[in-house]
DNA sequence: CACTTGACCTGTCCGC
DNA sequence: TGCGGACAGGTCAAGT
């Protein structure tokens, strides 16, 4: 799923849907989805849920003890809620680990490709993951400015642009939408080498990021396939994205066919006629 | 260092 | 209708 505002949404139904409730259970069928020992697991029983975070792509529950729940959900991972006594679809056939909580609420991990995973981690630990020790800044706090911007992407001048935003540690949360949408409104190519762009084409940049990622969290993320918020409902930025999924369709600023190429190894979508 | 490829998995779609 | 191949929101390891 689920680059940022996907995984924003979902912390916001979060923490409206399970926040204080103690974990009853935990139930997986998949070990790889679920890599945590038993002892592991017994800490984290009867212990309530005291926030839960986002990080780049990856959400943070906290528990009361100090540990917390680390989840990614890489390509198809969902986190859907089921409310006590609602109807649900969920269990179905993707569905890796279900944790019930004592008031009735189901948060079940489903995740089609098991690509995903739910680890139960001290403080400690979660300091040490390399994943998170890593992570480049967060595009939509109040830190990240252009100048901000500028110094990290520069440190890979010898890779294209789309490469560099997809680098998790250039910056956090962007993934092939978002990065596809971001050099369109930029007016830049994707496979422009880093080292060619000049100080405006980066301040746009800067500004198109930021501006399609807060786009995309007013219309609860892009659903594909499988994305889900907490709630169970898709999100709708790619009804009006300008170029992601639309090869063969006209650009919606100049009516040129926008194009499908490769670039770092991802289908990659762009307007031949405003980007340069 | 930086790029590409393959691996991890399942499902869908497209062409023959 | 069936079958093979390509491809899909992400990251990591290994090779060049």
Known sequence: M????????????????????????????????????????????????????????????????????????????QLVVQPPDEESPFPDRSTRVVIRFTDGTTLYFNDQRKFGWVKILTKEELAAQPFLASLGPEPLSRRFTGDHFRE?????????????????????????IYCDEALFLAGILPDRKVKSLSDQEIRRLHRSLRKVLRIS???????????????????HYLDQAYVYGRDGEPCRTCGTLIRKTRVAGRGTHFCPHCQS
């Open 2 to 77: 689920p680059e940022l505002p996907e995984i924003q949404t979902i912390v916001t139904g979060l923490n409206r849907l399970i926040l204080h409730k103690t974990i009853q259970s935990f139930d997986w069928n998949w070990a790889k989805s679920f890599p945590n020992s038993e002892a592991a697991v017994h800490s984290a029983l009867n212990r309530s849920v005291t926030g839960v975070r986002r990080r780049g792509k990856a959400v943070l529950l906290d528990l009361d003890n100090g540990l917390t729940l680390l989840v990614h959900l890489k390509m198809t991972g």
């Open 152 to 176: 990290r992407l520069l440190r890979h001048r010898e890779t294209t642009v789309k490469a560099a935003l997809l680098n998790q540690t250039v910056l956090a949360g962007i993934g092939n």
């Open 217 to 235: 969290i007013e219309l609860g993320g892009s659903t594909r396939r499988n994305y889900l918020s907490a709630e169970g409902v898709r999100g």
